[in-house]
């Protein structure tokens, strides 16, 4: 299965459409200063995934199984800084 890669984000911001599906992502630069929540819809909507401080460049998390998230993906950078690209369809 081929997924769609994000631009690389560095800021809180929407990936996907509507009815995105969620596959994982990589780290480009290295996360620091708090966790990188990967939510349902909004900045308030359900946590489906965490992405810890301190997580190194070059780490990945790849999900075969992905997660449907009706409204998009979300991606809120919690005051965090460093670089991810979000694996979606």
């Given amino acids: 299965m081929k997924v769609n890669a994000s631009a690389s984000l560095t800021a809180t911001g929407q990936v996907g459409l509507e009815n995105a599906v969620y596959y994982g992502y990589t780290v480009t630069v290295v996360t620091a200063t708090a966790a990188i929540y990967i939510r349902q819809r909004a900045s308030n909507g359900q946590i489906i995934d965490v992405i810890p401080s301190g997580t190194a460049a070059g780490a990945s998390k790849d999900r075969s199984l992905g997660i449907a998230c009706n409204g998009g993906i979300f ?15």
């Fill in 75 to 89: 991606v809120d950078f919690n005051g965090a800084s460093g670089t991810v690209v979000i694996l979606y369809e």
